[in-house]
């Protein structure tokens, strides 16, 4: 019969003064592995989530020809539009920007909303809703 180290590897390890120290290295590297993924999980988790919501949307931005104020009626008749999430007026109220879904609608559709109301407005920009975002942030932190 062979000599079992397991069998008296206790012993041994008593004889020689061997001292288990410390956490195991298994143990360790897994503490490691997962503070890693949670703080990876931290930075990327929230930022797909913004992406997913904002994937589809789009910012248009109308003016009037008239270089007019918008009225009221038209801009709510606009947030009664499918696929319309959003309308925001600049501070003196010429201009509009129109977040919508453009899976739902387009500017197209927009167009032809202000067509059959009568109103002539001019598309001065199409951009992606993340973009304008970003758009608006970098132009906050030049002017503060």
């Known amino acids: 019969m062979a000599y079992d180290l397991e069998k008296y590897r206790e012993k041994r390890e008593k004889v020689l003064g061997v001292k288990k120290r410390g956490v ?6 897994a503490v490691i592995s997962v503070i ?3 703080g990876l999980g931290v ?11 904002t994937r ?13 104020e918008w009225q ?10 499918a696929g319309v999430k ?8 010429s201009r509009i920007v129109v977040t919508f879904d453009k899976s739902v609608t387009g500017t197209n559709d927009l167009n032809g909303f202000f ?16 973009q304008r975002l970003h758009t608006l942030k ?3 932190k030049f002017e503060g």
Not at 122 to 129: A, C, G
């Open 24 to 29: 195991n290295f298994g143990t360790l590297a």
């Open 36 to 38: 890693i993924i949670l």
């Open 43 to 53: 930075v990327v988790v929230p930022k797909s989530i913004a992406y997913f919501n």
């Open 56 to 68: 589809h949307l789009d910012d248009a931005i109308y003016k009037l020809q008239n270089a007019g």
């Open 72 to 81: 009221q009626e038209i801009v709510a008749g606009i947030e009664q539009l």
């Open 86 to 93: 959003n309308i925001e007026t600049d501070a003196n109220s």
């Open 115 to 130: 067509k059959s109301k009568g109103v002539k407005a001019i598309l001065l920009n199409q951009v992606s809703h993340s």
């Open 138 to 140: 970098q132009e906050a």
